[in-house]
């Protein structure tokens, strides 16, 4: 955690950009491990190559829609409940 | 005896004395408390510790064993590194009421029968009410109201399902149950209301956010995770607790993504954990009793640890909108960490105390060979680190620069903090700490590299996902319906119709209503006379004064009259 030390390091665009090569490398990382780790299916599918990384970009992507969706219809103004005065 | 005494009767002592006692006493008082019940509760032996007669029924207040004593231990941790928290911030009610809820808790962990469980139970409705009170704030008393009638609801709910347990059976000891009749549909009811199980669920998200910064700590840990160690006492293997938890565990996540107060989305993440735990008993086996147990341990105390950062946020920056804050990093790093430390272990990260938690619920359902809830428990677990590990830690100290530079945590909050981050890494590094008091002995192994490997893409992939679809998940200024609208808004506004549309059928029956009263005057004048004798007309017949001497004389007749009838 380097953000303590130095305030605007984290801040600044070529470092947003490293970071994200540093992240991609490591998402490439985690799914190549299982090429040398042995990754225990319980029910055959999860023991796939990669069904972890899938599975979990897949899951959050639906989540992230659905909870889209919903708030279509579930969104209301910050002041819909009347006693909601802006104190809290 | 003192050993004989439930450990929760020295936090309420201590709860009394905190009101008392001024100054250092006070801080003393609060500090020490916590841990001289830590103390209490692990001398309660196994098996019923002593029995009380209360109207026809054998009271057993304290009744040991390695799950209960399990709870009261995070339960009095829990009171300690709140009070430490909370202390110097809190006013004293706030904290005398918090500890009586912390007193509840605890008792209920050691109740051996269903009466006492009863009255703790409700000792802890009663004073979180208050502890949400403490918000101070015109909203926070409406939600605390809100909150007192659900929680109150729910206990003459349970009350009945007690009731008529006892009288079926007789007996008022606390044995594993199954759905199956009335009384224990009501308890199981009762108990899930406190779990912030559907579809009464929005009570938790309505109050808890209102509370004060130090309050809205307390609130996390207590109510929901009784009830979790009610249900493995009364429902361990209850199928319908698959079902209920898989629905809470959707549930939160998708509120906790659509939400813009920040407290609000930790809200939300307790309902999500608490599915998992409810989940693990409906399974019911062996290990999933250990999972439901040690995900509870381990969730009160990341829990805590996220409400707290969250505290310190509203505390120094007075906001509490995801919109409205941005980059505090830079000037809070305790805070920042220790937040970071608390949503890794909320998302399960490997070498945090939610993965060596978790698994076990996951693992059990693997065992069981139940795909489908192994399937959505892991996609949860990828929602997990969705809205709590990433969403919550970037929207409140990263994403866009708010401008704000607020000061970093005062020591005693930092302090409790750092107490708690150290217990999630500790968790998560040695889970045999915590293993060796689990309720059954446990054969699993955490750390095995392929499940690190297969936690590490899914997890991974999340973030991955999260920030591609950032702009989908931009804050708006809003809040989300939930089932609470049913009692804020919808039942009102049904009322207010149905009150017009009565209108014309209102006047028919006014009309009604006068003709009927007019014929009523009529005979009662008729019969009894004019209200007011005052004057000097005749009266009706019943209404006019009649002679000492007549009623004399029909005393007499009736009297032989019932002597004749006697003698035949």
């Given at each position: 955690m380097m953000q303590g030390e130095k305030p605007h390091w984290l801040t600044r665009k070529e470092n947003i950009r490293k970071l994200w090569w540093v992240f991609s490398a490591v998402l490439a990382l985690t799914v190549l491990a299982q090429a040398v780790i042995y990754v225990k299916g319980y029910f055959t599918v999860d023991g796939w190559f990669g069904f972890g990384a899938i599975y979990g970009f897949v899951c959050c992507l639906l989540m992230v829609l659905f909870a889209k969706g919903l708030g279509l219809f579930l969104k209301r103004p910050n002041e819909y409940y009347a006693e909601r005065d802006d104190d809290a | 005896m003192p050993e004989l005494m439930s450990p929760a009767l020295i936090m309420i002592a201590g709860a009394l004395g905190i009101g008392l006692a001024r100054g250092h006493l006070r801080a003393a008082m609060v500090l020490?408390?916590?841990?001289?019940?830590?103390?209490?509760?692990?001398?309660?032996?196994?098996?019923?510790?002593?029995?009380?007669?209360?109207?026809?029924?054998?009271?057993?207040?304290?009744?040991?064993?390695?799950?209960?004593?399990?709870?009261?231990?995070?339960?009095?941790?829990?009171?300690?590194?709140?009070?430490?928290?909370?202390?110097?911030?809190?006013?004293?009610?706030?904290?005398?009421?918090?500890?009586?809820?912390?007193?509840?808790?605890?008792?209920?962990?050691?109740a051996g029968d269903l009466i006492s469980l009863f009255v703790y139970w409700e000792l802890m409705a009663l004073f979180s009410t208050v502890v949400v009170w403490c918000g101070g704030t015109a909203a926070s008393r409406a939600a605390g109201i809100r909150y007192a009638i659900l929680h109150l609801l729910g206990g003459v709910v349970l009350k009945v399902g007690i009731e008529g347990v006892v009288v079926s059976t007789g007996s008022i000891q606390i044995t594993p149950m199954l759905a199956q009749d009335f009384s224990s549909w009501m308890i199981l009811c009762g108990i899930l209301i406190n779990a912030a199980a559907p579809p009464l669920s929005a009570w938790l998200a309505d109050a808890y956010p209102e509370s004060s910064p130090t309050g809205s700590v307390f609130l996390s840990a207590f109510t929901t995770k009784t009830a979790v160690l009610a249900l493995i006492l009364l429902f361990p293997g209850e199928p319908v607790l698959i079902g209920v938890g898989l629905f809470m565990v959707v549930y939160g996540i998708i509120y906790a993504l659509l939400e813009n107060d920040i407290r609000r989305i930790l809200a939300y993440s307790v309902v999500n954990q608490v599915g998992f735990m409810v989940c693990a008993v409906g399974i019911g086996t062996q290990m999933a009793l250990n999972g439901a147990a040690a995900h509870a341990f381990a969730h009160i105390v990341y829990k805590a640890l996220l409400f707290m950062s969250a505290g310190v946020v509203i505390y120094r920056t007075g906001r509490n909108r995801c919109t409205e804050l941005g980059g505090l990093f830079q000037t809070m790093p305790v805070t920042t960490i220790c937040c970071i430390i608390g949503a890794l272990s909320i998302s399960s990260f490997p070498l945090t105390s939610g993965f060596t938690t978790k698994s076990l619920i996951s693992q059990a359902a693997a065992n069981e060979g139940l795909v489908w809830v192994y399937m959505l428990l892991t996609a949860a677990s990828a929602g997990v680190f969705l809205h709590a590990g990433i969403k919550f830690p970037w929207f409140v100290f990263f994403q866009k620069d708010s401008g704000l530079r607020p000061k970093d945590a005062p020591w005693n909050m930092a302090l409790a903090m750092v107490i708690f981050s150290a217990l999630c890494l500790l968790l998560g590094l040695f889970p045999e700490w915590l293993y060796r008091f689990l309720p059954y002995p446990v054969d699993y192994v955490a750390y095995t590299p392929g499940k690190v490997v297969f936690y590490l893409q899914l997890l991974l992939f999340s973030g991955l996902a999260f920030f591609l679809l950032l702009p989908l998940m931009k804050r708006t200024e809003t809040i989300s319906l939930d089932v609470d609208w049913l009692w804020r808004r919808g039942i009102p506004a049904a009322m207010r119709w149905l009150g017009r549309a009565m209108q014309p059928l209102r006047a028919t029956g006014g009309r009604l209503g006068s003709a009927s009263q007019q014929l009523l005057r009529h005979l009662t004048t008729h019969y009894l006379g004019q209200p007011h004798t005052a004057d000097r007309e005749e009266r009706a017949l019943f209404a006019r004064s009649w002679p000492i001497g007549t009623t004399a004389l029909w005393i007499a007749i009736l009297l032989s009259g019932y002597v004749l009838i006697y003698y035949i």
């Open positions: - | 020490l408390t916590p841990l001289l019940t830590l103390w209490a509760v692990w001398q309660v032996p196994d098996g019923v510790q002593n029995t009380m007669h209360f109207l026809s029924y054998e009271i057993e207040p304290v009744e040991g064993s390695p799950l209960r004593r399990l709870f009261a231990t995070i339960f009095a941790l829990m009171a300690f590194v709140g009070g430490l928290y909370a202390y110097r911030l809190a006013k004293w009610y706030e904290l005398t009421a918090a500890f009586f809820y912390a007193a509840g808790a605890i008792g209920v962990s050691f």
